[in-house]
């Protein structure tokens, strides 16, 4: 086989975890949306772009894990690791966010400048900034767990959690 392939098969199946896990933080996410807000003020009408979204946030990790200064602090305490690796991930998920807003407005609007009011205005709407802190939050926590899993080994913490 050759190694680029290789090298993707490890890839891909180093990412199932954090997709697992984005995909089931994601649908819960959209469907406590939906009870709260109801289904014509949710931007994503569908439990398929909570899918999209756990696809999309299992590139960033692989984009993410690829950088080489992401383990700055191998030998100190985990919660430097966990805090540069947030602010790393925060910037991508944040960045992706923006991107994918502003190429939508583009599409629909056809025009720079009013896409970018768009953006701009939807920078302002609380249900924004309150998805995007969930999505954070579940980025710490991926990270969080994924450190512990870099610690102390897949095998300790199976035996930590299961017994």
Avoid: C
């Amino acid at each position: 086989m050759p190694r680029i392939l290789r090298w993707a098969k490890q890839e891909a199946i180093s990412v199932v975890p954090a997709f697992i896990f984005f995909e089931l933080s994601f649908n819960i996410l959209h469907f406590s949306s939906v009870l709260m807000l109801g289904p014509d003020h949710v931007r994503y009408t569908s439990y398929f772009g909570a899918t999209l979204g756990a696809l999309v946030a299992a590139k960033i990790v692989i984009i993410v894990r690829t950088l080489p200064y992401i383990n700055l602090f191998p030998h100190k305490p985990m919660i430097y690791n966990i805090s540069w690796k947030f602010l790393v991930y925060s910037f991508f998920v944040l960045f992706v966010q923006l991107l994918d807003h502003f190429l939508q407005s583009l599409h629909h609007h056809h025009g720079f400048s009013q896409a970018l009011q768009q953006l701009a205005q939807m920078l302002t709407f609380a249900h924004f900034w309150g998805v995007q802190i969930w999505i954070l939050f579940l980025f710490l926590i991926y990270i969080t767990a994924s450190e512990f899993n870099r610690v102390l080994g897949p095998l300790a913490l199976r035996r930590m959690m299961l017994g």
